[in-house]
């Protein structure tokens, strides 16, 4: 088995990320961008498989998570999907990357920053996204009360003990495993609840003409969602596959496919990955580190 290695790396705004890598030579980089109350170390079983295909996986801390700064209130103002988006794109600016294609990968909020950062790009391989968080009808504001209800759900989490938490969680979802439930609680303690208070957590730009204007110019979109508690809703995919993406149903499975269905999603990662990315020989890959 190839070994995997992670370090951290903090950018000029103070935002933390994991950088994993294999023995692999390397095939690509992705920017794997957690959800809403997550974190990179939240993701990092997910990031490590990637990392075993031979991708560089950079997994930031979004801002108001993990060890990243936290939003100021001008921050919040500015609406803090944006200012994800600037700080991820400050992030990638200072990184010394392979001489090989980006990816861009994202589960819920961090869904709609991975596409954003994607268009911003210009030049992204393709996009792999887990049940994006993306409200329709289509607006970048979140409504006040579904911003109420989950400030309250957080800090309800939030006044539990870790152990506590993660015992909650394992009962509200039974397939997910004690490590996992574990890393969500962690995580939760850590997310800036100013945040979740304020609610815009999507980039302004409208998803719609992102996801077209993405596949339009040669970047394949592929988005994963399931059956159960799900953001995606059927009038969601219809407009998704009119956008020209690709979209998967893992029966089943809820908003957190990856603690629901790991094998299945890793699979759909694992084909994109395959699909999107060109065969190089492993000599050509070397040379690339």
């Given at each position: 088995m190839n070994s995997v290695s992670t370090h951290s790396v903090v950018s000029g705004q103070g935002i933390r990320a994991m950088v994993t890598t294999s023995e692999e030579p390397v095939r690509a980089s992705v920017l794997m961008v957690h959800g809403l109350g997550e974190s990179a170390s939240s993701i990092a079983a997910f990031a490590r498989a990637w990392a075993g295909w031979g991708i560089l996986v950079v997994a930031p801390d979004l801002r108001g998570h993990g060890r990243s700064a936290r939003f100021s209130e001008p921050e919040l103002l500015a609406h803090p999907g944006d200012v994800w988006v600037r700080d991820v794109l400050d992030l990638l600016g200072g990184l010394d990357l392979p001489d090989a294609p980006i990816l861009c990968a994202g589960h819920s909020a961090g869904g709609g920053v991975a596409a954003a950062v994607a268009a911003a790009?210009?030049?992204?391989?393709?996009?792999?996204?887990?049940?994006?968080?993306?409200?329709?009808?289509?607006?970048?504001?979140?409504?006040?009360?579904?911003?109420?209800?989950?400030?309250e759900q957080f800090r309800a989490e939030q006044a539990l003990s870790i152990d506590a938490l993660a015992a909650r969680l394992s009962e509200q979802w039974p397939r997910w495993s004690p490590s996992e439930c574990l890393a969500r609680a962690r995580s939760v303690h850590e997310t800036q609840l100013e945040l979740v208070a304020d609610g815009h957590v999507i980039p302004r730009e409208p998803w719609p003409g992102l996801v077209h204007d993405l596949v339009a110019a040669g970047t394949p979109v592929d988005v994963v969602t399931g059956t159960v508690r799900c953001g995606i809703k059927p009038m969601h995919r219809t407009i998704l596959k009119e956008a020209g993406a690709q979209v998967h149903i893992v029966e089943g499975a809820g908003h957190f496919i990856r603690r629901d269905a790991p094998d299945a999603l890793l699979d759909l990662a694992r084909a994109f990955v395959d699909r999107v990315l060109p065969s190089v020989s492993t000599e050509e890959a070397s040379a690339r580190q």
């Open positions: 790009l210009g030049y992204a391989r393709g996009v792999f996204l887990v049940d994006p968080f993306w409200r329709f009808p289509v607006t970048p504001y979140q409504k006040p009360s579904t911003a109420r209800s989950a400030a």
